[in-house]
């Protein structure tokens, strides 16, 4: 079945008292366990022990954990990546707190990966047993769960190949030079399952290992106002949005944590499926696929990775 | 990979002129081929040739098509299907219009099903190039596609276990007696990817066979509302919402067709995984699981089927 | 300038401490002051002292506060209701909390409506200096302000035509029994300003002097989900919605007290405008009228007042 | 009772066939009357005649009309703005189509306001006996109405000054250089019922007779959504937004008609009173009160004015 979805991430925060307010009070995730230059956080509708931890040192991603849907899977992408030639080594049980063994691969974008199975289940804030639809106690923005990851590489095309030979991603939406150059990818959404992204990569030099954003899954569009509310009270700063994406069609504002990464918060979006026809935007249409409503781009935004 | 999705469903209906215009002028599907006494019908954001077939002649679903990843799952889901013992054949490319060789099953709930992996594929209105976010000219609700089926069974634990072992569908939520018996199923709600369910099951004496109803998918809780502004105006019998799920927690509005036959409009939920825990719904809690924001049920919400 | 708006209103609950915590858990108003027995109310934007006061001792309204734009009003209030015959008295400074004078008058059906311009102003919760759009600390629904009232009448033309010619309140809707009499109002919607309905009428045997509801004004529709949400987890009893009104076009829940008063969450609706022609409805689309959406009531609706 | 609402505005466009597909084919407004060089167009939920007069010929504000609650109130005006010594005439009935006299005010800041009574009541699209809350045959944004316009100022306090005591109108909110100078007014929200402005002032050096922006009146969030959908496909530029406003709590788009004059939808807000405490906003919050969510504001938003 392979790789399902993006598990955890690890980041990299320049003040971890400063960061563990922002994720905690302004985007509402839950502290699962604090370790002083290092925190656990998990959102409400997330079951696994946590899905974002935040280090102190610096900015930008340390790795990003995707789960695989059965143990076995393990192996079998184990086998395939070696064919790839690429870094790789196994992890053990608590290599990652309240974490099973797993796989570490290092991407072709120099990226840090792993994959893992069992992650210890502590439920989600509603329970399983006739759950409400969302907890009493919510705290800013509230946000349910990470969502996704964009990550920086000097060449899309050798990433997203080993993501859709390794991984088992299939290609929903493809940023292509121009219609002549269908082959080439600038930008590529990648996902395993039914929606937009799982993963997704931009190309730009020396963007390897970089970090473009990742993302917490809201509702729908008025959750977005909301956020934006909350993110005007907290004075975070803003680089797009309210809008929506033409790419996805999800609703979305980024925006940087007070350390300097780039966050989104993202919602809805089309029901994607593997025999789809991938959605192609050329280069001249980027502003309008990021941004739709506004087909504009901050210069930022294709320049500044973390 | 199995079963990805409902592909297509075949519907009866007493009167062709008057559902086509129902389909057509209130639900907003595109009208793919007219045979007459048979229409094909297709929403704005599917890719295949078509998705909702309408039948004169009585009320009632005749089979569902569910699209398989591949064409060698075909031979797989085949050989476990085998051993479950159920009524099955291949079928022929041309059995449906536009669509390639298949299998059809008979479910041990006796409603036949059909997987299928080509269909030919004409593309939805807004194109794969640069697409606009919505066609300029959507009629009535606009629904852009079909999304799930909840078919009536005498007894759910048989079927259910039929279509986790062969579709390999896992259960997302479940309806059973109480606590104590976790294990009967009363209904049950069942995905191959991130929705909240592509297939349900619910439990009736004599319900084998019968359609509970078939939804379209819109894409949030505004979405909906004009839904039901749209059959105020055409008269459509709504039974119950504008509500929210507390199981899949989808926003809904359930409906008939001008034949009788329950249809829903259905938009959001929580993206599902395979390894989220499966929700628990005690049949004391049905009400406000299937409409949690009024907690009531109307009798013939689990006495009518067709 | 005349009448501009409901400015309190007091009811009688069964139960204080029951109360209490509905209306300020559940629905979200502050507790301004606590007298045991009595309690006074207010909503997070509302800037006069209170707007809600419940009385323990049965259930009903007991009366409601206008608030006139100036003080010479009253003067020539009490002067056109002299024409009218109905009871009427001058109140004092302290007959209500934190109230100046004003006009006490008993309308022709039977209800107490007691004018007044000057309440002490306390602020909202957002303050006038650069506010924020809502303040943090929001509780369950997060009602801001109260909205308008239905009263019940044996004469629905009577009143209407009181508070038409001595509070210069305008017709924005009105119910007929067809439209062969359109003279004869069944129920009507008053407005002083730009909202669908300050005050409105509803004709029956025996409604003299009874609430059909009083309501808490929302901002829009994702709110009212947002309120049906709170009212499932809180097991507040809804009598219809979520839905649109045909009637001035609002987004609503009708609920129920836990002393059985009826309450409404009401958002939005069209701007009326003393100019704009009066909307007729005509009893056969009364449901249509309340219930857009559906078009149905229930038999509660136009029987229960309290 | 004085002046209620802008009932029209005329507006230089420079092209009126490119400027007649812009308000027809994307704002959705309905052409009422063709005069080749000057076309009539009115919102379908307006039952006057018309509402926005495009002439061709430059670009820029020729004048606006209110309307006043009463015949009478023209002469207590005339009476009122004589004593600040305006330029002011009567205008004869056919002066404006389907319009009767009035009286035409030159304000201190140099624009053209009309006041005027009665312009031929053509209904709205939805009539007024059991209407449906939309006209099923809407295009583009279909907006359903203006809402306001904001004038440029050289002197804001003055012509304020003219507003509330000729006009009646009362200051919702204002915009001052600090709080230490809160009689200055560098920006002015002025409103005669219960929306937030009917007519706001920009101060700025030359912006007298000048035009900001005038807006149309969406109903909700989601309804913002689909207008920036709508612009994205018809390439109309955005200036700002979607967003929601700190100052009236309004949603918003900013964007410029073929011509370049600037327009805005906008929705909802909240309730305004005339004894609302007036919202202060110190001018190092103005980002923050324009573009609540995003705390930005382009130059051109404060420097071009047509």
Request: charged share 25%.
């Amino acid at each position: 079945m392979g790789v399902v979805r993006l598990g955890y991430i690890h980041v990299r925060v320049t003040d971890i008292e400063e960061a563990k307010k922002h994720y905690c009070q302004t985007v509402g995730f839950r502290l699962v366990k604090d370790e002083g230059k290092r925190v656990f956080l998990k959102g409400w509708d997330e079951w696994e022990h946590h899905s974002v931890v935040l280090e102190e040192g610096g900015i930008g991603v340390i790795k990003l954990g995707y789960k695989v849907a059965k143990a076995d899977d393990l192996e079998v992408i184990e086998a395939k990546a070696k064919t790839f030639g690429v870094a790789m080594e196994r992890m053990s049980a608590g290599d990652n707190l309240e974490t099973a063994d797993g796989l570490r691969i290092t991407l072709p974008s120099t990226h840090t990966i792993e994959l893992y199975h069992n992650m210890t289940v502590t439920g989600s804030d509603v329970g399983r047993i006739n759950p409400d639809v969302f907890p009493r106690d919510l705290v800013g923005i509230g946000a349910p769960r990470i969502d996704h990851a964009l990550l920086g590489c000097d060449n899309v095309n050798e990433t997203e190949k080993f993501l859709i030979d390794v991984f088992d991603f299939y290609q929903v939406e493809r940023l292509v030079p121009d219609l002549e150059h269908q082959d080439v990818s600038l930008a590529t959404w990648l996902s395993s399952g039914n929606r937009g992204h799982d993963l997704a990569l931009i190309q730009g030099e020396g963007y390897s290992g970089k970090l473009h954003h990742f993302a917490f899954q809201l509702q729908e569009w008025s959750d977005i106002l909301h956020a934006g509310q909350i993110m005007s009270m907290d004075d975070v700063p803003i680089e797009m949005g309210p809008t929506q994406h033409g790419i996805t069609r999800g609703k979305t504002i980024y925006y940087y944590d007070p350390s300097g990464n780039r966050n989104e918060v993202f919602a809805d979006g089309y029901t994607a499926q593997r025999d789809r026809p991938t959605i192609i935007w050329t280069a001249d249409h980027l502003a309008k696929g990021i941004n739709y409503v506004n087909r504009t781009l901050a210069e930022a935004f294709t320049t500044v990775l973390t």
